[in-house]
């Protein structure tokens, strides 16, 4: 994802595998970089634009004949929709200039945007549909989902957008985004949701867009934070970022994702009210480990070839509450097989903090299960 160091043009390296990190949740916020790695073989590229380097591939993308019904749909929601999302201007603390999208979700003045637009900045300016600059606040972070909030002082007769329920969003269904991409505003572009419940990695600093909305919808540099929406004009999702094709190091064509609504609908008002986030709503086992395969287990001398070693249990946390120890391999949650730490991560994401979950283990030789209420996801 591109970020405040980037230079103008220069397409995002790929997520780095970080260490794991003694924190509660150290375990969510690396493995699942490790896997989309391994996995998809991929990078991502934030929509954030440093600079107005033109030479970015063209934002157009053609769109199938749809029926007069969605074109007039399409329309509709543009006229309505376009007035709320505005273009954020970026100086950071270098002195370096910067640009992404923002949409307007509250009559105070709130602007939901991506952390990675704006954090680092030295100022903030936003620029309104009508072409009316003004002064921006950062008001909140939170690099985990990549969810930023800024704040202006509402303008006479602001327009501001209506969050939809994103949980209602199907897979082929119509979606338009709408930002300001390489710095041309007010953009429109048509697509489709691809895939739903994606668990995909920003590449700042272990961020995570949790149960991502998949789109074709092109994100290109100056996109990010801008709107999703569906066609019967409400927000939907925030697009963010794209995958990166690590053969060519351009950005794939065709496959972007988004913030779902419901997700920035429990984060903002958090940083609204407070500037950070109390509650992820993300369950934690409260633990740290590494992949056991074949090779590691011949080394270690394991009874398992494949699993989760427990390397080490947050104090007071949900494993050590269960009794589990360092050195412990998990093999399975419920009726799945724990592969790898990103299947344990997989595992846990589906499940609330509160739930509660029976880990088969190894203690040495012995196989026993342990039943885990699960925690609340914290980061200090």
């Known amino acids: 994802m591109a970020t405040s160091n980037e230079s103008p043009g220069t397409p995002a390296q790929g997520p780095q ?157 119509t979606v338009v985004a709408i930002g300001n991409p390489l710095g041309i505003t007010q953009t429109v572009t048509n697509g489709i949701v691809s895939a739903l419940g994606r668990n995909v990695p920003t590449g700042e600093g272990g961020g995570v867009i949790f149960n991502s909305i998949q789109m074709d919808a092109p994100i290109n540099p100056g996109n990010s934070g801008g709107a999703l929406a569906d066609l019967q004009g409400d927000l939907v999702g925030i697009p963010t970022l794209t995958i990166v094709n690590p053969s060519f190091n351009a950005p794939a064509s065709g496959v972007g994702f988004s913030i779902p609504a419901n997700r920035a609908e429990f984060i903002v008002p958090q940083l609204i009210q407070s500037g950070k986030v109390t509650d992820f709503g993300l369950a934690d086992l409260g633990l740290q480990g590494a992949t056991v395969d074949a090779t590691v287990a011949a080394r270690l001398q394991l009874p398992a070839t494949q699993g989760v070693l427990v390397a080490s249990v947050d104090a007071n946390g949900p494993a050590a509450q269960a009794g589990l120890k360092a050195g412990d391999i998990i093999v399975r949650l419920d009726d799945r097989a724990v592969t790898d730490e990103a299947a344990l991560l997989y595992n846990v994401l589906n499940k609330s903090p509160g739930e509660k979950v029976a880990l088969q283990i190894y203690r040495g030789t012995q196989r026993s299960t342990v039943n885990v209420t699960l925690g609340n996801l914290h980061i200090p």
């Not at 004949?65 to 074109?71: I, K, L």
């Open 17 to 173: 595998p970080v260490a794991p990190q003694r924190t509660a949740g150290g375990l969510a916020t690396w493995a699942i970089v490790v896997i989309l790695i391994v996995v998809l073989g991929v990078g991502v590229l934030g929509g954030w634009l440093l600079g107005r380097n033109t030479s970015t591939a063209s934002n157009a993308s053609p769109s199938p004949q749809t029926g007069v019904d969605q074109d007039v749909a399409r329309v509709s929601v543009a006229e309505k929709f376009r007035p709320s999302v505005v273009q954020i201007n970026v100086t950071t603390q270098n002195g370096q200039g910067g640009l992404g999208s923002g949409t307007i979700i509250d009559n105070r003045g709130y602007i939901v945007t991506n952390d990675h637009v704006v954090t680092g900045a030295k100022s903030l300016q936003v620029e309104l549909f009508d072409g009316t600059k003004l002064s921006a606040q950062l008001i909140g972070l939170s690099p985990l989902d990549d969810l930023a909030v800024v704040k202006i002082t509402p303008p006479p007769h602001m327009a501001v957008a209506k969050l939809g329920d994103s949980s209602n969003l199907q897979v082929g269904q």
